[in-house]
């Protein structure tokens, strides 16, 4: 398996929470910083988190405080908890692998009342 496989994403009102998952090798899992973007409907696909190897993570400014990315190598899976979601937040998610630019087909997360 090369292609990161997202999963998790679905309608959740806004305030509430929701965790996508991303599942690769372990051969990928293991050598690279794996990050999640997002694309909201008429916009540019934008970063929203990053996490090395090691663990070190980064974020959107939009997404600090609410949103934690994690990962589990013996899983080989990535998290990406998303607490307080609000409407703006409504996009298609992506895992990636930025160093191979390698892409998973997008999980959507819509937040609405």
């Known amino acids: 398996q090369v292609e990161p496989v997202e999963s998790g994403g679905g309608l959740v009102q806004p305030g509430r929470s929701l965790r996508l998952s991303c599942a690769t090798s372990?051969?990928?899992?293991?050598?690279?910083?794996m990050g999640w973007y997002r694309q909201a409907p008429g916009k540019e696909r934008e970063l929203v988190a990053l996490?090395?190897?090691?663990?070190?993570?980064n974020y959107a400014d939009s997404v600090k405080g609410r949103f934690t990315v994690s990962r589990d190598n013996a899983k080989n899976t990535m998290y990406l908890q998303m607490n307080g979601l609000k409407p703006e937040d409504t996009a298609l998610y992506y895992c990636?692998?930025?160093?191979?630019?390698?892409w998973g087909k997008g999980t959507l997360v819509t937040v609405s009342s």
């Open positions: 990636t692998v930025p160093h191979m630019d390698y």
């Open positions: 372990e051969s990928i899992f293991s050598s690279y910083t």
């Open positions: 996490i090395t190897t090691r663990g070190t993570t």
